[in-house]
């Protein structure tokens, strides 16, 4: 049997993994080992997800988190090399933008082991962002570019990727909002614990070191929540960083109701029933759209210029704490244009089958 390994590390790729790893175990006859990097480690930033939604035990899992860029990416590379060599996968899968997605493609490049980038084409045109400089390398090592959409295989062409290599599949993440939806209104209690059955939130999510790194952006936007949070009950389900950050930074958020990071099931909930979502996650700014939810982008820029484009997502960049809070306020009850950029929902199907011609 054909082995493949899939690396994965941080909390969205284990979500987009779900239905891919699905796809792959009954379309395809390879054989997925995945090979957790430790990147995010917290059991509500990683266990859950292997847990909620039903991902195999990883076979390999490195333990490496925190440190510098270099030395995180440095780590996962060196031990990368060691199992490839060990389990000689036939192929390498990775998802989206993060150093793991970075050591993963990099090691099985130069071991010859050919590379599939799901979310490939993804770009912000920021190349300070870690994420923008992991996307462009990866996809200029890959042998094959799973984009989510046609921007996306534009953005490819426009840097001199061979069309042959490129292929529109949708959005995986999509995939997994319409796989896990009826699971989580069926078994989520997350709004009767925070009693907000039945009432109008603002559900908010930050993390983008961009923002959590900038003191002065930081306590902008926590401003702004804690504002909004006197008019409509705010939820932040807030990510390890950003509560390091608050933490240093001694920001007060008022009336914002503060909880650990949510599994997916969870958050599918309190995603779809949320008034507003204000974000600076890509998977958030998507899933909102995906529920029908207007979205703010706390950005200067996003990925997904189709949300913007179609009048779902409007960004706010964090530049002045009260225009943010009006703008979020302002958001409830808008809608946009309906279309359907990130594919039909057979995103992992498409992964799953084009991974196997690859090899065939
Ligand atoms: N998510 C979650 N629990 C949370 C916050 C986010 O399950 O408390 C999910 C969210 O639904 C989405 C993914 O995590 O599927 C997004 O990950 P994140 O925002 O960490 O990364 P990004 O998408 O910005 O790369």
Redesign the pocket.
């Known amino acids: 049997m054909t082995s493949i390994a899939t690396v994965i590390g941080a909390?969205?790729q284990f979500?987009k993994a779900a239905p891919v790893s699905l796809a792959i175990a009954a379309l395809t006859n390879l054989n997925e080992l995945i090979i957790h990097t430790g990147q995010h480690f917290d059991a509500n930033m990683s266990d859950i997800f292997f847990e909620e939604l039903g991902i195999a035990r990883p076979a390999h899992h490195l333990g490496i988190s925190g440190g510098g860029h270099g030395e995180m990416t440095g780590a996962m590379l060196a031990a990368l090399e060691k199992i490839y060599l060990r389990i000689k996968p036939e192929a390498v899968l990775v998802y989206?933008d993060t150093n793991s997605t970075l050591a993963g493609a990099l090691a099985a490049t130069k071991l010859h082991i050919p590379v599939v980038h799901v979310e490939a084409g993804l770009r912000s045109f920021n190349r300070r962002m870690p994420e923008e400089q992991n996307r462009i390398v990866v996809d200029h090592l890959s042998d094959l570019l799973l984009a989510p959409s046609r921007i996306a295989i534009n953005n490819l062409h426009r840097e001199g990727i061979e069309s042959t290599k490129m292929m529109q599949v949708g959005d995986v993440?999509y995939d997994a909002t319409l796989l896990f939806g009826q699971q989580a209104i069926g078994s989520s209690t997350i709004l009767n614990r925070l009693r907000m059955v039945g009432k109008d939130y603002v559900l908010a999510?930050i993390?983008r070191a961009e923002n959590t790194d900038d003191p002065a952006r930081l306590i902008r936007i926590m401003e702004a929540l804690r504002a909004v949070a006197d008019t409509i009950p705010v939820i932040l389900?807030i990510?390890p960083r950003t509560m390091a950050a608050i933490q240093q930074r001694g920001c007060d958020l008022g009336r914002v109701t503060i909880i650990e990071?949510?599994?997916?099931l969870d958050?599918i909930v309190l995603?779809s029933q949320a008034s507003v979502i204000a974000t600076d996650?890509?998977?958030?700014q998507k899933?909102a759209y995906f529920h029908r939810v207007p979205c703010v982008t706390l950005r200067d820029e996003t990925e997904w210029v189709e949300l913007v484009e179609t009048g779902w997502n409007v960004l706010a960049p964090p530049t002045d704490a009260a225009s943010v809070a009006a703008t979020i306020l302002n958001r409830a009850g808008s809608t946009g244009e309906d279309t359907s950029p990130y594919g039909d929902g057979k995103a992992a199907e498409k992964v799953a089958l084009s991974m196997a011609e690859l090899l065939a």
């Not at 990071?261 to 997916?264: E, R, S």
């Not at 996650?281 to 958030?284: A, N």
């Open positions: 909390r969205p979500i989206g993440m999510t993390h389900p990510h990071p949510v599994g997916y958050m995603e996650s890509g998977g958030v899933e």
